[in-house]
């Protein structure tokens, strides 16, 4: 069954999900930004069948975040190397990576992020690199650009309207901790 295509649907996260958003797509990028290139290694790292790991790097090549390189010429061989779009997606596998270590570890992580000078564990936050000021939901909120759509403009007027009447509810006391 085909998945609805993101593609043109008005929202940076939804089109973005649709070249990454499939799960085997994060992990062969992770493995890619750990230096995997070659089609056996994806396939030996990840335990993914050859068909999907094919026509996933199919689709990763097609919207720029790997590219395809000939290694070798008889038989014909490509391998798959990072591209700087993939490279970029770095932060949201770090990211996802921390936010997995916290509520779903069983214990002890089993990867983190270590500063190579001091080797210690890194606690990653997101800041405004204008600003270097620690994004917070009070403080910072997403607002439609002059591109936005109407439907993008209602749906932010709405949720404005929502803000300006605050009910306390289940998220509330989280986004207070």
């Not at 990454?20 to 890619?32: H, P, Q």
């Not at 390189?69 to 970029?88: A, F, S, W």
Request: hydrophobic share 40%; with cysteine; glycine share 4%.
């Amino acid at each position: 069954m085909k998945n609805k295509s993101l593609v043109n649907m008005p929202c940076p996260v939804a089109r973005s999900l649709e070249h990454v958003g499939e799960w085997w797509n994060i992990l062969i990028l992770r493995e890619a930004l750990l230096g995997v290139s070659r089609f056996d290694d994806f396939q030996n790292h990840l335990g993914i069948a050859t068909s999907t790991l094919a026509k996933r790097l199919n689709a990763l090549v097609e919207s720029g975040l790997l590219a395809r390189r000939q290694y070798c010429e008889k038989p014909p061989r490509d391998e798959y190397v990072i591209t700087k779009k993939g490279l970029d997606f770095r932060p949201v596998l770090l990211t996802l990576m921390q936010w997995g270590n916290t509520y779903y570890a069983d214990g002890e992580p089993m990867i983190q992020l270590v500063d190579t000078e001091t080797k210690q564990a890194v606690d990653l936050m997101l800041v405004d690199r204008n600003t270097q000021v620690e994004i917070d939901p009070q403080r910072h909120q997403s607002q439609p650009r002059p591109a936005a759509d109407d439907m993008i403009k209602a749906r932010f007027e709405a949720s404005s309207a929502a803000v300006a009447m605050p009910q306390q509810g289940p998220v509330d006391q989280y986004l207070k901790t």
